[in-house]
């Protein structure tokens, strides 16, 4: 069982950055793919980017892309998101989650991650 904590949301202007942490307790997190999504009020939940147990490769949803970065130190338990230029369409409360099975590859559907943190708000505003 693996607990994890989000952290690093916000309120932020558009083109800002914000830097959001999933910290791991628990147990370690360093060989599994790890994913964060997000979910806006009145939507379903959605892939943003997910990274493997390694770090060896990412992923992202096409609407981030080139904005977002994702990145994890197995040291510290800890995975990042790192947000630029953000816009309104961002705004969204971001869940850090983990697949439950050892070494396999990214996944961008939440029903394959197994442990999710209970979500930090995010809001850019105009």
Known sequence: QVHLVESGGGLVQAGGS??????ASGRTISRYAMGWFR????????????IAWNGGSTDFAQAVKGRFTISRDNVKNTVYLQMNSLNLEDTAVYYCA???????DT?????DYAYWGQGTQVTVSA
């Open 18 to 23: 914000l830097r959001l942490a999933c910290a």
């Open 39 to 50: 979910q806006a009020p009145g939507k379903e939940r959605e892939f943003v980017a997910a």
């Open 98 to 104: 983990s697949r439950s099975l050892r070494y396999y």
């Open 107 to 111: 996944t961008t559907d939440p029903i």
